[in-house]
């Protein structure tokens, strides 16, 4: 990695777009800062500490903290990836957002554009939700219209700037600027958290022998982490695939050996990012409106819902949640990756172009054969998701270790920067043979 880096300065386009993709993240940090027209922020940082972990935590991470300090990019990229998301799925179901995905570059301009439609429409949604949710609960400095609609207007707006910024960071940056702005984010918030695992686990510690131990536990259990989530990002299956022969004039063409590359982790970090969605909506909802601290049936489920009572020794019964939780992440695992991956569609591709895989006939055969194999990989993909998921929720539950960063934030953290490495290195090889060519 430091190496990559190290030949990137010294070109001088690469080095350009690095340099131009750490200002608009210093701009980002800045708008993350900068307090919300009409809200207390104070007010809003007490109520939030007051909620403890009830669902709004990983929203809050994601966020770089926008959302606990109420700045102008509360909002953050979220209405962008729910947008995003949607898209991925309406392209399924209606033919004619299908055809313009096949369409080549027009057709996904054509789709980019109409997420960030989507993307405005969602955030106003949002924007409206949070300003009468806060309005009604007295956490407005005045609750109008006018206060309303400033709201509304400064968070949409903020949104609408950071899909902007993600936009021209994969334009005139180093590229994957939508998942550079997330991680910047929740990167953000790792030294916060750090340092509360210190006060809680060393600072306070009995004796310097328990200090070190718990140092000791604590960076074995990240480090683990991380490199487990590497080898699952990086993990995949090679399909081999064998080209034929053709004649074409008096040149013998074709005969090449490739492959299909499958990756362990074809849904990447999405099943998690809809599992906690699901489950994490009625909890956030209840905390805005100022429900579900009671003692009935309703707040008991939300209770289940939510991930700070998983693993607690003490209430066993919420950790039925984790069960549903994890059901969740690998029937999304599967669902995903059924909506990305068509063997039917590669199958038949191959058979168009005089491939086939050794020992499998072409047509549907090649197919049942990448059914089969993307199925028992998948399994194995969504149980590593589950492993990193759970890891950081159980010593949550067991220890108390109240942080906001957890598996998902790992996964989206080491996914980016490896994906974004690869990238310039791609940028990299291109300019070498440029040079090459010109030369």
Same mark, same amino acid.
């Given at each position: 990695m430091l190496e990559t880096l190290r030949k990137a300065f010294k070109i001088k386009d690469i080095r350009s777009r690095i340099f131009y993709t750490f200002l608009m993240l210093i701009v980002i940090r800045i708008g993350s800062q900068l307090p919300?027209? !009409?809200?207390? !922020?104070?007010?809003?940082?007490?109520?939030?500490?007051?909620?403890?972990?009830?669902?709004?935590?990983?929203?809050?991470?994601?966020?770089?903290g926008s959302f606990e300090q109420m700045s102008v990019f509360a909002l953050n990229i979220t209405p962008y990836i729910t947008s995003s998301i949607i898209m991925q799925l309406l392209t399924i179901a209606i033919p004619k957002l299908e055809e313009m995905q096949k369409d080549g570059e027009d057709g996904r301009k054509k789709i980019a554009e109409i997420t960030r439609y989507v993307t405005v429409v969602l955030a106003l949604i949002q924007a409206t939700a949070m300003a009468i949710g806060f309005g009604r609960s007295n956490y407005l400095d005045k609750f109008d219209a006018l206060h309303v609609i400033m709201m509304v207007t400064s968070? +949409?707006?903020?949104?609408?700037?950071? @899909?902007?910024?993600?936009?021209?960071?994969?334009?005139?940056?180093?590229?994957?600027?939508? *998942?550079?702005?997330?991680?910047?984010?929740?990167? *953000?918030?790792?030294?916060?958290?750090? @340092?509360?695992?210190?006060? &809680?686990?060393?600072?306070?510690?009995?004796?310097?022998?328990?200090?070190?131990?718990?140092?000791?536990?604590?960076?074995?259990?990240?480090?683990? +982490?991380?490199?487990?989530v590497i080898i699952l990002q990086d993990g995949q299956r090679k399909i081999p695939v064998q080209y034929s022969k053709k004649i074409q004039g008096r040149k013998q063409v074709g005969g090449q050996s490739s492959h299909i590359p499958l990756k362990v982790n074809?849904?990447?970090?999405?099943? =998690?990012?809809?599992?906690?969605?699901?489950? &994490?909506?009625?909890?956030?909802?209840?905390?805005?409106?100022?429900?579900?601290?009671?003692?009935?049936?309703?707040?008991? =489920?939300?209770?289940?819902?939510? &991930? *700070?009572?998983w693993c607690d020794p003490e209430q066993p019964i919420y950790s039925i949640g984790?069960?549903?939780?994890?059901?969740?992440?690998?029937?999304?695992?599967?669902?995903? +990756?059924?909506?990305?991956?068509?063997?039917?569609?590669?199958?038949?591709? @191959?058979?168009?172009?005089?491939?086939f895989i050794p020992g499998i006939r072409p047509g549907k055969p090649t197919s049942d054969y990448l059914t089969k194999i993307l199925n028992y990989i998948v399994f194995i993909g969504a149980v590593g998701l589950t492993i990193v998921a759970v890891i950081p929720i159980f010593f949550n539950g067991i220890f108390n270790a109240n942080v906001s960063f957890g598996g998902t934030s790992i996964i989206i953290i080491v996914g980016v920067i490896i994906e974004t490495l690869k990238q310039i290195e791609s940028q990299m090889l291109v300019r070498y043979y440029k040079g090459f060519l010109n030369d």
């Open positions: 919300l027209p !009409g809200v207390n !922020g104070e007010v809003i940082a007490n109520w939030f500490a007051s909620q403890g972990a009830d669902g709004l935590n990983f929203f809050n991470a994601i966020t770089g968070l +949409t707006a903020g949104s609408a700037v950071l @899909m902007w910024i993600g936009e021209r960071i994969t334009e005139k940056g180093v590229g994957n600027g939508i *998942s550079i702005v997330l991680t910047i984010n929740i990167i *953000s918030r790792i030294p916060e958290d750090l @340092m509360t695992l210190y006060n &809680q686990f060393i600072k306070n510690a009995p004796n310097v022998g328990n200090a070190i131990i718990a140092a000791l536990v604590i960076l074995a259990v990240i480090l683990v +982490t991380v490199v487990f074809t849904a990447s970090v999405i099943p =998690i990012i809809f599992a906690q969605s699901i489950m &994490q909506f009625p909890v956030v909802i209840a905390t805005i409106m100022g429900k579900g601290n009671g003692t009935g049936i309703g707040s008991k =489920i939300l209770h289940g819902l939510s &991930q *700070s009572y984790l069960v549903v939780y994890i059901i969740l992440v690998v029937a999304f695992a599967y669902f995903y +990756t059924s909506i990305t991956f068509n063997p039917l569609e590669i199958a038949n591709n @191959m058979k168009r172009q005089g491939g």
